[in-house]
Each structure stands twice: as C-alpha cells, then as structure tokens.
DNA sequence: ACGCATTTGTTCGTATGTATT
DNA sequence: TAATACATACGAACAAATGCG
C-alpha cells in the first residue's frame, strides 16, 4: 500500500476540491456536499469516523481531521460515545446560536416574540444586491419584535429570497415555538451555518422609537446581518434595531 | 511499552493541571506556563515539536496537539518550514488585532492617534472590581483619540493596573509607533491575549460631543472591553467611544 | 543556482481509554 | 456486560516550505 500521501486521482468520486489540497480537505469537501444534498439532516447523525473511512477509502484520522475542521465551523457537533452530528439551531441548548444580545444584569429570560408582518415583494435593489438576486426578484419581507419582561428591546427586519421560501407567512411564523432558524430548517431546507454584522449606533425615527417604546432620537443599535448558508451562498438579510438600556452586545476576541 | 495512554505521574514536573486530564493538556498547560514566564516572548519561536516531546517525554503528535490549540486560542502562530511563534500584537501585518472598526468604503486607512491624558489615580469601584484590585489600589488612566483621515472616530478611555505600568507616560505612548498592546508587550511584559466586549448604543454627552466633532446627543457605540493575559487574569478595561457614521464595528457568526 | 537540513503539514496504521446505549 | 463511537496516544513515513551554505 504505498500510494498513502498522494493525492487520489480525480477518478470515481472526485469532488468539488481542486485536486491539489490535501486528503483531509478533499474529505471535508465532500462531507459539506452530502450536508448540503441533506444526505444528512440537522440533528442527525452521520455514519461513524470508521464507516466514512470505509466509504473514502482513507484511514480513520484522515477522517477524523475533516471532521475537527467541521466542528471548529460549527457545521457538525461531536459527542462522545454517541457520533457525530449536523449541527441546528434547533435545542443548540442554552440560546439562539446567533443572538449575542444579553442582559445587563440576569440570566438571558425568554424572549416573547411578535410578528408585526410578513409579506412578499420585490426586492429593493439594496436587498438584491445583498441576497445575489436578480433585481426585481421576488423576496419576503419579515418584521418582528422581541421583547423581554414586557418591555420591547429588538425590531428586526429581515429580507428572504422569495424562491427558497415559498409559503411562509405571519401565521407559520407566529405559531411556530422555538427559534426562527429552526423553522427555516425544518420548513423550508435552508440552513443558515455563518454570518457577518455589521454595528453601528443610530437615532431611532419616529416610527421605531414607538415600536420600541422609546424617544424619538434615542440611540439604537443597528446590528445588519448577512446570514450564508453552505457554499457561502447568501440567504438572509437581517437588519435588527435593539434597544441597548439594560441590554447589552456581547462579542468575545482572541 | 504498555503505559502509553495513562496520565504522568505528578513527579517531577508536575504542572497546573488537574493530574486526571488527557496529556496532551497537561502539555498545553506546561506550554502556557512557559509563556507566562517569559522563557519565550512575543514574536519567537518556540521550540521545534520533535525538540518538545524530547523534553516532556512524549510523542511528537501530542505535542503537536497540544500546539493545534494554543494555535487555536490565538496564543501561538504555526509557521510550516519555519517553527511555531509566540502570538505577539507586533506585526500581525495587517491591522490591530483587537481593533473591530472597519471604514463603510475603502480599505482600512491607517489611523491617527493622540494621547489627550495619562495619569496615574486610585482606581474607581468599578475599575478595582473589573480588574481584581484592591479598592483604592493605584491605576493608570489612559484617554485617546483615533482619527481616520483627519476626523475623530474613536475616544478610548484606558484604566490599567498601577502596579503592572509602573512608568507608563503620555510621552512614551506618544513616541510609540505601532499598536499599543505591543507597547505593553515590550515595555510592561503584559500580553493581551483575549477579551470580552459588550456594546451598547448611547447618546454623545458635551464633552465627548466636541471630541468627537458631533452633536451632543448624538448616536455613539460604546464598547466596554475586558482585556485578559495568561490564567485569564484581567489586565485592562477599556471604554472606547466610536462615531459610527462612516466606519461600523465588524463581526462573524459561526 | 542547487541542494541539504530543519520544521511544520499530511497520512497511514495500531492500540487503548472513555462515554453512551 | 457488551458493543459502539469518539478521544487519546504512540510510531513511522513522506510532502512542502524555508533558510543556509
């Protein structure tokens, strides 16, 4: 067996990594195909680091070393003893992967949430731009409120490319318990796995300052999100307004 | 050579970690004292793996694993063909490490700075508590002034501890050429090497106002940042003012 | 300009430990 | 208890980047 370090030809299987990376990239490549083809669903388990490198037909550590970079990502959780698994926004156990708003002082409370409409339209040419669509496409419009003990603390407007969700509406949105990325999971396929932000503070106008129970002219925060899913393809704009009193943006460096 | 996988006795190095963790942790732990004892400072190289598990007696995988995540963490910086570095604030070539403020256009223009004040005071309730000092321990309190093409953008307010930045001037932070953390590296022998920021929207106040050349009560993003070095032992608060009008504070998801 | 030594990067194989069911 | 799956640890070999003579 002495063709271990080489690259394998781009015969049978041969995935979408230039053929020049190395094993464990090309592995790792084609793992986030069989995620993306949904081979493998959100909260299920994929085939066990032995199988994949039966299937492959490279050793268990090669394997293995995919695998890490995946779980560095976020896109798979490992648990020990038990597998390996596609990562969801679904339990994700304590909070909303993606939410970085916390309290000042207290543990993160349940936020209760309202959808204050949800409709399709074209997408502004801004929107267009941001989601990769065509202008004039068809997109859905969501806004929402969160409150926490009552007081409302985030209005977000979020941009949807109208082909991949079809048939949502304020009512799926509303009666759906649970965070709104696991719907989109589960209802519509679509997997948000990586995200920018882009804050800035900003005065709120009329409109929001009473939607959020606040003064015209307050300082907001202004958090724009671009949410991809696999293949770094965008899915979602987000631009969310949070009232910053007794909440605060937590990030961490290093 | 059956004890391969038990945990060292803890003879005769025994380190910091708790004696029943995986070695290649007990490694990393041994790793992270070197560094916080200075046997090899910012922007060096390390000794070589193979030299490494020669000293701790033990294989060159796990002390490359154990280096895999000190990488990770941002402590230390693999090099193929050249050695694996200590993290260091210097170079990082392309910008600030820490710094989140991106220009809405552009490239990242090089910023201006000016020290507006140092001086050293009993430190404050809430700085001695964020910093683990004794209340009315010493501190040095730094204010400055990041300008982006000649506009105000940034007003920092530094607090340190007195008794790690004894000899800390305006005049030497004014002379200094380059990121300020790599000041504190050389000078003080203090690395930052993570930090927890909370960010919140807020309205200018006068004095700030006319720092920052904007209306009194205009939007500003306050960013509370907790500087930590090794043994996650604070070593600065910062409060950094930011004028969000033509730059924004970036960040990722995953 | 070439080649060699050094250092990290990749890959394999094997054995054993530990958590879960 | 046994089987399964991930986690740890060892050893060996070759690849690729770097720097030096």
Redesign the interface.
Known sequence: MPSAAHPVEPSADAGAAPAFSPLYQQIKALLVRSLQGSEWRPGEAIPSELELAARFKVSQGTVRKAIDELA???LLVRRQGKGTFVATHAEQTVQY??L?LAPDEGATAPVERRVLDCRRLRAPAEVARALDLKSGEAAVLVRRLLSAQGRPVVLDDIWLPGALFKGLTAEKLSGWRGPMYELFESEFGVRM???????????ADAATAQLLAVEP??????VE?LSRTYGDKPVELRRGL?H?AQH???????
Do not use: W
């Open positions: 560095a990502e976020g992967r993606f970085r796995i990586r995200a920018e932000e882009q804050i800035r503070a900003v005065a002219g307050a300082p907001l925060l202004s999100r949070y910053t605060h943006y937590r990030n961490e460096l290093s």
